[in-house]
């Protein structure tokens, strides 16, 4: 009986490993990896965009302003430790960043949606067409 249960677990190995690999191989879950690595490299664009052009020439509009060195110093008042840093300067910047991402998210979609119907008006014209043909051919 020994040698049963160890075939048993040995085949439910093999058919975890082979539905794991089914997995692995279906398209969305390589959809998903491809998406999460251009999703990685559009953040980075984001940021340098957004550090190294738009804040820059916001601070030059606003007098010079460094936002990455705005921050509101609180002293500890009881004595112990360092003081409280609220780095608001790198929250305005995030905010600018989230604007940047969710605006080009928006135009990429605006764009995506104005295809998709275009795509289904010419559809929708040629299955028109198509029963107008129909009909005079009977």
Request: aromatic share 8%.
């Amino acid at each position: 009986m020994a040698k049963s249960e160890e075939a048993k677990k040995l085949q439910e190995k093999q058919g975890l490993k082979e539905e794991f690999i089914e997995f692995i191989n279906r398209g969305s879950m390589i959809d998903l990896a491809v998406g999460v690595a251009v999703g990685g490299a559009f953040t980075a664009i984001v940021n340098s965009l957004v550090n190294d052009i738009v804040m820059p020439i916001v601070g030059l509009l606003l007098g010079g302003v460094d936002f990455t060195g705005l921050a509101l110093r609180i002293p500890n008042f009881f004595g112990t430790g360092d003081e409280a840093v609220i780095a608001y300067g790198n929250f305005i910047q995030n905010v600018v960043q989230f604007l940047v991402i969710a605006w080009v998210i928006f135009m990429v979609i605006k764009a995506m949606n104005r295809m998709n119907r275009k795509r289904d008006a010419r559809k929708a014209a040629r299955e028109a067409k198509s029963e107008a043909s129909d009909k005079k051919s009977k």
